[in-house]
Structures are given as C-alpha cells and as structure tokens.
C-alpha cells in the first residue's frame, strides 16, 4: 500500500515536471519558431510608451513626439502618417499584443533613430504645379502663363526640399498635361506625407494682389467620400491583410486619416500664409477653406498655395522673374522646415 502510495506520488511529480517544462517549452519554441515577441516586451526594453484601445482596437506607441499607429488584424503601421508593411499582421493572444519579427527594425528601430525631427514628420513630399500642357491655368495681362511660372517654382520647391533631406514627388515636371485625378492618384500611390499644390491666382479686379493659401474646408470633410477618394484610399489599402469579418478596420483607417489630415492641412497653411509672404515682401491674403479637387481627394495633409495675381500688372512683372520665384520656393521650403519643427 505503502509502495502504491508512494508510486502515485513519484507519477504525479513526473507529471508535474513535464507540465512546466511544457509550458516553458511552449512559449520558448512560440518565439524560436515564429519569431514574434509581444510589443510590451518591445516597449518595455526600449522604454517607449504605448496604449491599446480594446474597443477601436488600435495600438499607439509614443516617442520623442513621434505617433505611431497599429491596426489589429493588419499588416500596416502608420508611423506619423508614413505607411509601413509589415510582414505578417499582429494580432492578440492571451491578452498579448504579438508582433512579427520584422516590427523590431522596421518600427521600433525607426523610433529609436537619432534623426532630424523634420526628416521624422515628412521624410517625402509631393509638389504639384498645377495645370501644364493644353491648360495653360491663369493668363496675365502681358502674355504670362500660369503654367510656366508654376513648374518653375515647383522645381526650384524640390531643389531646396532635397537640400533638406526630403524626398520630394513631382506630378509633373515637364509642361504636360496630367488630370486632377492622376495628381490625387499619384499622391496616393507613393510615400509621401504631404501634398504641396503650387498656382498663381488671377481675379476681375485689377488690384487684388498677394499670397493665400487653402485648406480642405470642413464641410467637405462631412461629405460622404467620393469614388476618386474611395479609389486612392483602395489602393494605399494593397499592402493590408485584413480577415474579411474584419472590414471595420477600413473605417477605422479612413478614420484615422482623415482626422490628421485635417488638422495638419490647417496648421501647414498657417505656417506657410504667416511666413511665406514675410520672405517675399508680398501682401499677406491668409489662409482660406475651399474645397478644391486635389484638397479633397488626397489622402495625406493637403494645402494650395496661390503664389500671386497674374491680372495684377505689377505681381505679373515679379513672378517673370526668376528671382523672385526662387524666393517663393525658398519661403514656402522654410515654412514646411519651421513647421515641422513645431
């Protein structure tokens, strides 16, 4: 009896044993086989905060004014609107959020980066010049395109950007036509995180002059979105990898997108209306809501800057010179600079 006893309890040991080396094995082989680790392991080690929201299920880090941004279920970070594909989704298990292998350096070592914060809020930048080819855009009193002076400036934008470390998208660089759509689409399916558009202004009066800029004004933010927007949004969608009883995540992405859209295109128009037109000695027009193609169907912050009144004979006469253009790129350059400093 005694034998018996004293063999269930040698059996029940045993038994024990392998129970915790079966979940120590467990969670060593989980990581040795996939590669994952949780993101409070991550953060914890790199002492960056983070919060999850249950209910939204978004997960955002914090670092250095640096927001990143993680859908559950998917494979997109969104790290300062900058879009990163990752090579498997995270996901929750056990109350953990689980991280592929890849999200160490492409996220968390991208956080860590001792880089300019200007390069950290807008590491590429899409200029427009608008109109171009057969849309010669406003014509002044003396024969001056707004085509031509546009594209000049646009260059001169990118050249200065550049010098900056910023990685700038041209919609066009040549005297071409392109459509509003394709400027939008072209937007979209790069990396950029804003979308500067350049035009020159004309008007009846013969004495309107200076410089304004627009934002996206709010009421077409309310708008239900339009089928360029729902195309452009699709296809900066190509690289998630959503379960299909997981299409709220879509929501909460357009969500998300539109609400830094909307506040960055506001405070960017700012900066540009209150320093811009202090570089050029020209006449301060402010900031102005419209809503304009190219402002409503980007995905990213989106400002329109008119550089000045062809119809206004003397502004004519300054934006012929090409001088006076490279002093326009170089105001619109610091502002964007000063911005991202803010």
Known sequence: MVWLMSRKKIILAVIFVFFLAGCGGRASVRKAVSGSLTLKELCDQNAIPWHWDSVSQVVTLNHRDVMVKILVGSNLVMMDNQSISLSEPIKVSRGDIIVPPDFKAKVIDQLLKEVSYVIKKFREVVVDAGHGGKDPGAIGRNGLREKEVVLDISRK????????????????DQDEFISLEERTEIASLSNA?????????????????????????????????EDVWAKNFEGKLTT????????????????LMTQYKKGESRHLAEHVSNSTPQQINAKNRGIKAAGFFVLRNTLIPAILVEVGFLTHAEEEDM???????????????????????Q
């Open 157 to 172: 934008l990118k050249e200065n950007l550049e010098k900056a470390g910023i990685k700038v998208v041209m919609t066009r």
């Open 193 to 225: 995180d804003l979308f500067v558009s350049i035009h020159a202004n004309s008007s009846r009066s013969r004495a309107a002059n200076g410089l304004e800029v627009y934002y996206l004004r709010e009421s077409d933010y309310m708008k239900k979105q």
């Open 240 to 255: 998630l990898d959503i379960s299909k009883d997981s299409a709220n995540l879509k929501d909460i992405l357009n969500d």
């Open 319 to 341: 934006l012929r010179d090409s001088a006076y253009r490279q002093k326009i790129a170089e105001g619109i350059t610091k502002s964007i600079l000063d911005y991202a400093e």
